[in-house]
C-alpha cells in the first residue's frame, strides 16, 4: 500500500487499522467493525505501564466513534482499490506445512534420548507453521501492539 501512497497523507495507524479489519474479512475469521474501532482506540490510547490510563470504549453514538466508522471504511475502500481487489494471499508456511507432510515426518525415529537428528525441529516447525495458519488474525494483533 505504502509503495503506492504517502506517509503524509495516510497515517500508518489508521490504514492498519482498515488492513486488520480487512484481512479478517479475507481471511474468514470477520470481527466486528466496533470491535476493530474500540481495540485500535485503546492501544493507541493506552498509557504505559508505568503511566496507565483508564481506557474508556467510544460511544457508539458519539460523533468520534461515526468519523471512526466512516474513515476505517474509506480506507478499506482505498486499500482494496491500491491492491485492485487482489486479496488472495499466498502464505508461507502452508509450504512448509506441506513439505513435512510429504517427507511422511513422523515421532516414530526417536532415540531413548528424545528426537534423533532435526526430526524434533521439523514438527516444532511445523507446528509452528499450524499455528500461524489458524491464528494470523491473534498474531496481527499481537504485532499491532507491539508496534505502537
Known sequence: FFTC????????NKIARACIFLS?????QPRRLEHVINTAHFILNN????????????DPHSE????????????ETIILQTLGFEVTVDHPHTHVVRAVQQLKVTNSSST?????GGIGHVNDLARS??????????LTTFLFTVQT
Open 5 to 12: 501512497h504517502s506517509f503524509t497523507v495516510f497515517h500508518r
Open 47 to 58: 498509557g504505559t505501564p508505568a503511566n496507565p490510563r483508564v481506557y474508556q470504549p467510544l
Open 112 to 116: 531413548e534420548g528424545g528426537t534423533s
Open 64 to 75: 468520534e466513534y461515526k468519523k471512526e466508522v466512516e474513515e476505517l471504511i474509506r480506507n
Open 24 to 28: 479478517a474479512k479475507v481471511e474468514e
Open 129 to 138: 507453521s499450524y499455528f500461524m495458519a489458524t491464528q494470523s488474525l491473534h
